[in-house]
């Protein structure tokens, strides 16, 4: 293979595909979700770090051998976590950190989504209840969180019947699988369909944002989906009580901090801080709305929009399973996360 491989003619149907759907805060945030096809014995999958978004204006695809990373996953220790291993153009782009998860499907195309609309169920503790009611008609299944990798691929291959092609990941987003693009993209649409909820809204107090910013802090834009969580007390707790989906730990960090009456931008940061917890980009004024910290990167900015899209569609009286602080830590402590957030912080 090597230097004679050539991308097979879905490739260029999938990169299609995979802009769209990377246009979509609602389905993919920053550098999240990722998009496969399998051909000839050869899985193409987007590179860790790349955009959806960026399908057609750059190469995001890496080639990997799907024989040698199914075989590595029948192995309990971490070696499927070493995707660069399994690249078939060794020093190029590393493989997604989820290539595991999709080498576990035989289906010939696998789309896996941090689709809000999932997440908003798949976080609640009565979302395989819902999810039953949501998902009549489909041949779906729910796995628990499980951090993402081979520990997750492994989680996932269990729970599939031998037909699933939809799967809900709990406190993290959805995939999907079909034999062609299209049938994917068709699906897709389905799902999302059938999860869908009209979010709740909340208007911002300008004047009352205003007062509070300082210290790199000011507000967002009026339209912005954060501000309906501040505006909303029961959403507002549940922002503050902790981390709800890998990606908000990895680019906002642990839970969100809210902004305590007669407390500065700088005195909350460092509050959070002396707790051991990761620089916040955003902070929650109660009543008031969102602000957000000059210079916050690409994917804490998308992120912290993903944060408003969930809760909003969180409605009142549901009650949430959040990440244990030993799931934040292993996220922040993870070598292959690190590579992506440099990536991120680059960019
Ligand atoms: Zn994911």
């Given at each position: 293979?090597?230097?004679?491989?050539?991308?097979?003619?879905?490739?260029?149907?999938?990169?299609?595909?995979?802009?769209?759907?990377?246009?979509?805060?609602?389905?993919?945030?920053?550098?999240?979700?990722?998009?496969?096809?399998?051909?000839?014995?050869?899985?193409?999958?987007?590179?860790?770090?790349?955009?959806?978004a960026d399908a057609l204006a750059k190469d995001i695809f890496v080639p990997c051998d799907l024989a040698?990373?199914?075989?590595?996953?029948?192995?309990?220790?971490?070696?499927?976590?070493?995707?660069?291993?399994?690249?078939?153009?060794?020093?190029?782009?590393?493989?997604?950190?989820?290539?595991?998860?999709?080498?576990?499907?035989?289906?010939?195309?696998?789309?896996?989504?941090?689709?809000?609309?999932?997440?908003?169920?798949?976080?609640?503790?009565?979302?395989?209840?819902?999810?039953?009611?949501?998902?009549?008609?489909?041949?779906?299944?729910?796995?628990?969180?499980?951090?993402?990798?081979?520990?997750?691929?492994?989680?996932?291959?269990?729970?599939?019947?031998?037909?699933?092609?939809?799967?809900?990941?709990?406190?993290?987003?959805?995939?999907?699988?079909?034999?062609?693009?299209?049938?994917?993209?068709?699906?897709?649409?389905?799902?999302?369909?059938?999860?869908?909820?009209?979010?709740?809204?909340g208007k911002p107090d300008p004047q009352a944002l205003a007062a509070r910013a300082a210290h790199g802090f000011a507000a967002l834009?009026?339209?912005?989906?954060?501000?309906?969580?501040?505006?909303?007390?029961?959403?507002?707790?549940?922002?503050?009580?902790?981390?709800?989906?890998?990606?908000?730990?990895?680019?906002?960090?642990?839970?969100?901090?809210?902004?305590?009456?007669?407390?500065?931008?700088?005195?909350?940061?460092?509050?959070?801080?002396?707790?051991?917890?990761?620089?916040?980009?955003?902070?929650?004024?109660?009543?008031?709305?969102?602000?957000?910290?000059?210079?916050?990167?690409?994917?804490?900015?998308?992120?912290?929009?993903?944060?408003?899209?969930?809760?909003?569609?969180?409605?009142?009286?549901?009650?949430?399973?959040?990440?244990?602080?030993?799931?934040?830590?292993?996220?922040?402590?993870?070598?292959?996360?690190?590579?992506?957030?440099?990536?991120?912080?680059?960019?």
């Amino acid at each position: 293979m090597g230097e004679t491989l050539t991308a097979p003619m879905c490739l260029a149907e999938l990169a299609r595909f995979s802009a769209r759907v990377g246009a979509d805060p609602l389905l993919v945030q920053g550098a999240g979700g990722n998009t496969s096809v399998k051909a000839d014995g050869v899985m193409w999958i987007k590179a860790s770090g790349t955009l959806l978004a960026d399908a057609l204006a750059k190469d995001i695809f890496v080639p990997c051998d799907l024989a040698a990373m199914r075989a590595a996953l029948a192995h309990p220790d971490g070696r499927a976590d070493q995707t660069e291993a399994f690249s078939l153009r060794p020093g190029g782009l590393r493989p997604s950190i989820e290539t595991s998860l999709h080498a576990v499907f035989p289906h010939a195309v696998v789309v896996h989504v941090h689709c809000v609309n999932t997440i908003a169920l798949a976080i609640r503790t009565d979302s395989p209840k819902v999810l039953t009611a949501k998902l009549a008609g489909f041949d779906w299944a729910f796995v628990p969180y499980t951090k993402p990798g081979a520990l997750l691929a492994r989680a996932v291959a269990a729970a599939m019947g031998p037909a699933t092609d939809v799967l809900v990941l709990g406190n993290h987003g959805l995939i999907v699988a079909a034999e062609t693009v299209a049938a994917a993209e068709t699906l897709l649409g389905r799902v999302v369909a059938a999860l869908s909820v009209p979010p709740r809204r909340g208007k911002p107090d300008p004047q009352a944002l205003a007062a509070r910013a300082a210290h790199g802090f000011a507000a967002l834009p009026a339209d912005h989906p954060l501000h309906t969580v501040a505006i909303h007390p029961d959403l507002l707790r549940a922002a503050e009580a902790g981390s709800l989906y890998p990606d908000h730990v990895l680019f906002c960090g642990v839970g969100a901090v809210v902004l305590h009456p007669h407390e500065t931008p700088a005195q909350a940061v460092a509050r959070h801080v002396a707790a051991g917890r990761p620089k916040p980009p955003f902070l929650l004024v109660p009543g008031a709305g969102a602000l957000m910290k000059a210079g916050a990167s690409a994917g804490a900015v998308a992120l912290t929009r993903c944060l408003g899209d969930v809760l909003s569609r969180v409605p009142e009286g549901a009650t949430l399973t959040y990440l244990t602080l030993a799931q934040n830590a292993e996220l922040l402590d993870w070598d292959a996360e690190k590579y992506r957030l440099a990536l991120d912080a680059a960019r």
